[in-house]
């Protein structure tokens, strides 16, 4: 590697490691589970679905490579600094690290537990957030040797799966289920909320720019250009991945017609193309690759609040945000998705909202006022799209409501109104 270059070698291997930060095993589920229910309605549910998991967080990390890595530069300290934490709090105690020993367990633990219950799933969590903690304390090197080794094997197992789609002979895609009969597009876009990708990438963005200077990269211009391409890169193998999933939960109709989840979906798939062999290979693995980012989420949002609140610091949070993770987990897997739904249309508005505006920033003769205005309109929205989500009733806001994306119309308006009224002057 040249001084402030990178090798195309380091350039891929930096875009894999980008991969391996969004592919969570939290994600295989989603897939399989949209390509169920959405039936013959598959194509346009996966077209929405790969908008918001696979075309939102690479424009979200080309959008932090435009901002130097301070997105959140143009808000008020106080408005940055919560939604910074509430991002935190959401991909890691409240749903995403809970959701990892969840997936552990229903992928890892059931396929071989004679009867999975309240008792075992709860035994199983505890274990898996006690040894999170122990390694979040002090992950040292044996996490970054554990995690290189596992995205490699997880990779070729998904190619695996995903060349077994091909030659598998399922079931007829059965009609479309409820909610994605009458607008597929619509609610694949909205199921990739689930993936919670977009908001990581604001924060993985800046992670992937400090590594970039430790390898020498100083400059703003080849930071974008580099996180870019890794962005690209990751991309790329989201959507092979989200796609193969997709055809594959499409496919299982036969084999499991009422399934609840994308774990007990993939489970029953691969025990019944590849036996027994294939299932232990699978629960072995999808488990080591939930305990690393179950580890890494935990360290993530230690660190990040161990920041905010020093008196407090980094392993007392790591204790308290395992035991959350512990006691989250065990509401059960469709009980948490669901309840994250309303948390998700709440906040995702908010952050693409932010990310689209760091694209007007030179267009503005004000950009913190403009910020300013445009996120507080997506919060509006995106808390009445979340109210709505969570059964309260929003009548009063029916026409701008019915699609759950009642978020989109307004804040473009406000978008367009604040370019016309705060147009950078050209001299």
């Known amino acids: 590697m040249q001084q402030g270059k990178l090798t195309i ?26 390509g169920l229910l959405s039936g013959q309605d598959m194509l346009l549910t996966m077209l929405g679905f790969l908008l918001t998991a696979v075309g939102l967080p690479l424009i979200a990390l080309i959008a932090v490579a ?36 969840l997936v552990a367990y229903e992928i890892g633990a059931v396929p071989f537990i004679s009867d999975p219950n309240e008792t075992t799933q709860l035994l199983f969590t505890l274990l898996f957030f006690a040894v999170s903690l122990l390694l979040a304390l002090k992950p040292g090197k044996l ?13 070729i197992l998904l190619t695996v799966l995903a060349a077994s789609v091909v030659f598998f002979d399922g079931a007829a895609a059965p009609v ?7 607008a597929p597009f619509v ?3 909205l199921d990739g909320y689930n993936t919670m990708d977009t908001l990581a990438s604001l924060l993985f963005g800046m992670l992937i720019i400090d590594i970039l200077k430790t390898k020498g990269i100083t400059e703003a211009d080849a930071q974008a250009k580099y996180l870019v391409w890794a962005g690209i890169i990751a991309a790329i193998g989201l959507a092979y991945v989200y796609i193969s999933l997709f055809v594959l939960g499409s496919h299982a109709a036969g084999l499991a017609p009422d399934a609840t989840n994308g774990g007990e979906i993939l489970s029953i798939y691969v025990f019944n193309v590849f036996g027994d062999a294939g299932q232990i290979i699978l629960a072995a693995v999808v488990s080591l690759a939930c305990l690393t980012t179950a580890v890494g989420l ?12 020093p008196k407090i610091g980094y392993q007392k949070f790591t204790v308290l945000f395992s035991a959350i993770c512990a006691l989250v987990a065990n509401v059960g897997l469709e009980q948490l998705i669901a309840i994250s739904v309303p948390v998700l249309y709440t906040v995702y508005p908010v952050a693409i909202a932010l990310v689209v505006v760091t694209f007007f920033n030179n267009y503005f003769g004000d950009p913190k006022s403009s910020h ?17 989500a969570a059964g309260v009733d929003t009548s009063f806001m029916k026409n701008m409501m019915d699609s759950s994306l009642g978020w989109v119309v307004p804040v473009s308006l406000v978008l367009v109104i604040m370019y016309l009224l705060n147009k950078k002057k050209e001299y």
């Open 66 to 101: 435009k901002s130097g890595g301070k997105i959140f530069s143009m808000l008020p300290v106080a408005m940055a600094t919560g939604l910074a934490s509430a991002i935190y709090i959401i991909i890691g105690p409240a749903f995403a690290a809970p959701r990892t020993g």
């Open 143 to 155: 996490l970054d040797t554990v995690g290189k080794m596992l995205t490699p094997i997880l990779i």
């Open 298 to 309: 935990i360290s993530a949002c230690s660190d990040f609040f161990g920041g905010l609140f």
């Open 176 to 182: 479309a289920a409820e909610g994605y009969k009458d």
């Open 372 to 388: 300013r205005v445009i996120i507080s309109t997506a919060l509006f929205y995106g808390a009445l799209d979340g109210l709505a």
């Open 9 to 34: 070698t380091d350039t891929l291997g930096l875009g894999f490691m980008t991969f391996a930060f969004f592919l969570g095993a939290g994600n295989l589920i989603f897939p399989p589970m949209a």
């Open 187 to 189: 609610k694949g876009f």
